[in-house]
């Protein structure tokens, strides 16, 4: 045996995914195969991330993953098992007494690894939380596990939850064409994605392209100044074409002038500042229906592409169970203030997982690159498809009651 | 050999559905098998419905239906792959014209026997031709065979198509569900179902309760006033009890003075006279947001509904097959006039089918029953749910190409 060193805690926090509790089974696999080895003593969840475990509510994970189909039923459970929030760790120079209370927290319970699930935002309380252990003294290890379907985390070639959002997207997108095709009458079909400043969501409808040759007419990024005349104009050409136009366009996109495209809206900001966005499909197609005098239609994909677990990329559910084990295998080794990385082989897809500093993550935002948009600025390159196509191979199986997905509840 | 009695037709009408295209199949392996047997001489399809007929756009599907793959793509190809129209024939009486050039193309091919699969005003047309080829003493058969994810059709069981948008709707909201709970703020999150006069899509929503157990808080159908003031007392109620309520809610839902409550929005009258209704779930986030002052979001489903061929009913396309196939067979045996329908056993679920004049069918709208609707008419009964559970049973299976569904093309 191993020297007992003390328990885990692992926790959710940020939008949910539909892989985002293939890593926490990740995660509970590999620390309670710590728990056999005699190295770690329990294993917490925090419920609602942070919030949940400055109020104490802890679950005793050992006691509920009794069974291997247990693990099977949560990795094909979207959204949170453990609960989420939105809680942004303070700078710890200006506020020290909020993480003195969480170190109180840790010392009662004896937490010596605390695993973090989440985007952009959760890695700066990995950062902030490691920095502030090691600056008292107190012996734990931190570490990050990235989730985000936005795919926009630096550091890694992509992002668990990424590639099923992308498969929901691009099937979706594909469906979508289908039926746009069966009416002669001429119409702009506006499918509207997420992604607030990085287009990589809305690229992903391009693979369409890749199975049966049919992709979005035009695809636009926010990486792209967004502009109504050439817009006006693709549509036009387009139609030209074929009466039935089908559009992807990121729900970020901007004019030149920094204003978003859907700003005529309402819309509000959240915890972080960031503005809410929606209404960018909507907008478009009254502008197009105005301007062109077409039919048009906006489809708005929402919430269904963070949650649409039973259409889930298996390479993203496997890959996602993969780097939450990794990660405890890391802490147990020693490594803290780490986030866990995918990094690509060179030529064919081959994933090995690693871990970068949480500093090299931590409120970043990677873009799609210039090589990956046509020089137009309307669409995605054969590159871009080439990068995204192994992210969504694969289908998962999961159980079903009734005609309906199993879902797990913690 | 048994006598050649002419050749056949089959076209696709109305909006596409995710078992359309099984029905086509069905009916193309029936008219081939009419062929092997000599009966038939001819399989054509007529693309975009009544609409290519009459500029005899017709495809030969035998040419095309060579092997057992291309059927089994087709049954999980979406939408309508002959392409569809919205053309309703006029009154016979009024305008025997149009007749007479139709009868032109069918005496020019050879024409014996007509397949229609459409809905309700589809089943117009099957009423109309049959009635006027008999009034002229042309030897022909004419059937129809419903599609419509609306459930809404007179004279059968359920119809195919329902199934599978059912299944895509549940499914979502059952996800939608957990995606919602990972926050302990107070939201109410606004789904909003397709089904313009009936509530069948919306009820099926309510089929997230026999699968772990919660469904919509509420789930309000066309069939019933809607009500202001009851409804923000079901989401303070609701809330009270949980914080992330979900309702589902039907895009047709009425306020006793027999305004839509979506009215303040756009909207336009389709080639039929129906009013294109959009926005009822955001108006009543909106309404909810102003009122009750909580976190508000609307999911409208839209497209998706009627083309997410990933996640059809097993049940439902073997039988949108079975049926198809069972119209040919009746046609050859000289039923004419006729729509063919589900006939549920009275135990169990069996379904046999077999066919009812048209005239039965056309023009009626099939409601929700009041025994399906809760006392209160904020909820389906479990009568309701016995009813629509057989329909969603099934997972299909379909061939890929780089991680998408693949899609039969004619």
Redesign the interface.
Known sequence: MEKLYGNAVVG?SGG?TAAINATLSGVIRGALAGVEKGIIGKVYGMR?GI?GLCEERLVDLGKIFTSEQRFLDLEH????AL????KKLPNPKDNPLAFEFIIDIFKKYDIRYFFYIGGNDSMDTVMKLSEYVESIDYDMRVIGVPKTIDNDLAGTDHTPGFGSAA?YI???V???I??C????TKAV?ITEIMGRDAGWLTASAG??R???GQGPDYIYLPERDFDMDSFFSDIRTALKAHPNVVIAVSEGVKFANGQYVCENMPGKADAFGHKQLSGTGTSLAAAVRAEVGCKT?A??F???Q??????A?KTDIKESVAIGKKAVEYAIKGVSGHVMVYIRSKTGYKITIDSVPAVDVANKVRHVPDEFITPSGNNVTEKCLEYL?PL????VKYR????????F?I
Do not use: F
């Open positions: 959710q949910p609602n919030e459970t979207p959204a949170a609960g989420s929030c939105r498969k691009a099937t979706s594909k469906e979508i289908c039926d095709a069966v009416y002669t079909t693979l369409a890749l199975s049966g239609r489809v708005e929402n919430t269904s963070r949650c649409a677990a039973h259409i990329s196509r969504i191979e694969g289908e079903h009651e009734a005609g309906l997905p199993v879902h509840k």
